[in-house]
């Protein structure tokens, strides 16, 4: 049976009598994955800000404890909705500041020079534009989401990890992760002692690292979280390791290129049940 192909129409949702901005908001609220930001959940909407109107919509990565100031607006972008943007994404950052925070702005046409104007920002401040077409096919609507201009992430180099902000072992028991969570460093610390007895824990709002004679060396972050704990150790991907980790068993979540680290989900029965195998991250990590 030949595939019979039918032309689409691009509408303006903004002079439409039967489409408005609730109607979009209610799209993405349903299921935000549309944006192809990941796999985010509807926190908020139309969110009150102090003094400053409402967010439409807070998105929350629960897996990367990342937060989305969402603000759609049909038609072209203008320098108020770009202002309001930020705005709403510095309130919630300064309100949640033990979540990551990035500001997305989602509108019809982003201009190439508001696109330059958002550019700027862009840096100092992780912002995520997101074009949005409304494509109709017969009686059906389809709404096309394409990210033109993606963050630059807010984090740190490698060379400059101890700028980051200084926390204790307090903010972590009680903001990010547990008790528990946290005592799974204590046993990652434990199997780097065997290595080198001077390693011992930095804390920072971002990870915890590690230290060795009062000198960084964050050859592995660690992160704990409400249900576990990231495991972060720098080494040049092989497939040999990749077949390790695989068969262990353990939870490989990626391995992030830009900064040649793997990142393994860790629970307590794992740091049990592959004392070795994280020994052996640890050690050529560090270069042992």
């Given at each position: 049976?030949?595939?019979?192909?039918?032309?689409?129409?691009t509408?303006?949702?903004?002079?439409?009598?039967?489409?408005?901005?609730?109607?979009?908001?209610?799209?993405?609220?349903?299921?935000?994955?549309?944006l192809g930001?990941?796999?985010?959940?509807?926190?908020?909407?139309e969110?009150?800000?102090?003094?400053?109107?409402r967010?439409?919509?807070?998105?929350?990565?629960?897996e990367?404890?990342?937060?989305?100031?969402?603000?759609?607006?049909?038609?072209?972008?203008?320098?108020?909705?770009i202002?309001r943007?930020?705005?709403?994404?510095?309130?919630?950052?300064?309100?949640?500041?033990?979540?990551?925070?990035?500001?997305?702005?989602?509108?019809?046409?982003?201009?190439?020079?508001?696109?330059n104007?958002?550019?700027?920002?862009?840096g100092a401040?992780?912002?995520i534009?997101?074009q949005?077409?409304?494509?109709?096919?017969?009686?059906?609507?389809?709404?096309?989401?394409?990210?033109?201009?993606?963050?630059?992430?807010l984090?740190?180099?490698?060379?400059?990890?101890d700028?980051?902000e200084?926390?204790?072992?307090?903010?972590?028991?009680?903001?990010?992760?547990?008790?528990?969570?946290?005592?799974?460093?204590d046993?990652?610390?434990?199997?780097?002692?065997?290595?080198?007895?001077?390693?011992?824990?930095?804390?920072?709002?971002?990870?915890?690292?590690?230290?060795?004679?009062?000198?960084?060396?964050?050859?592995?972050?660690?992160?704990?979280?409400?249900?576990?704990?990231?495991?972060?150790?720098?080494?040049?991907?092989?497939?040999?390791?990749?077949?390790?980790?695989?068969?262990?068993?353990?939870?490989?979540?990626?391995?992030?290129?830009r900064?040649?680290?793997?990142r393994?989900?860790?629970?307590?029965k794992?740091?049990?049940n592959?004392?070795?195998?994280?020994?052996?991250?640890?050690?050529?990590?560090?270069?042992?």
């Amino acid at each position: 049976m030949a595939i019979k192909y039918v032309k689409p129409t691009t509408i303006n949702l903004k002079n439409h009598q039967n489409y408005n901005e609730k109607w979009v908001q209610d799209i993405i609220a349903d299921d935000p994955s549309i944006l192809g930001l990941g796999n985010l959940t509807l926190k908020d909407r139309e969110r009150m800000q102090p003094h400053a109107g409402r967010l439409d919509l807070l998105l929350l990565d629960e897996e990367e404890e990342t937060r989305y100031e969402v603000e759609i607006q049909l038609g072209r972008t203008d320098e108020s909705h770009i202002i309001r943007t930020i705005e709403y994404y510095d309130i919630e950052h300064k309100r949640y500041p033990q979540y990551e925070h990035c500001a997305v702005i989602i509108a019809e046409d982003i201009t190439s020079r508001f696109l330059n104007v958002i550019s700027l920002f862009n840096g100092a401040i992780p912002l995520i534009a997101i074009q949005m077409k409304a494509i109709e096919y017969g009686d059906n609507v389809s709404l096309l989401f394409t990210t033109v201009l993606n963050q630059m992430p807010l984090g740190f180099d490698d060379e400059e990890e101890d700028t980051s902000e200084v926390t204790d072992r307090n903010f972590w028991e009680q903001k990010r992760g547990t008790k528990e969570t946290v005592s799974m460093v204590d046993k990652i610390l434990e199997l780097l002692k065997t290595i080198s007895a001077d390693f011992e824990l930095k804390y920072t709002k971002n990870y915890i690292g590690i230290a060795e004679n009062n000198h960084v060396n964050n050859f592995v972050r660690l992160i704990p979280q409400r249900n576990g704990m990231k495991f972060e150790p720098k080494i040049i991907k092989t497939e040999d390791l990749d077949k390790k980790i695989e068969n262990s068993g353990l939870d490989l979540i990626d391995y992030n290129n830009r900064r040649n680290r793997y990142r393994i989900r860790l629970n307590k029965k794992d740091i049990e049940n592959n004392t070795e195998l994280i020994l052996e991250l640890l050690k050529s990590a560090y270069g042992k």
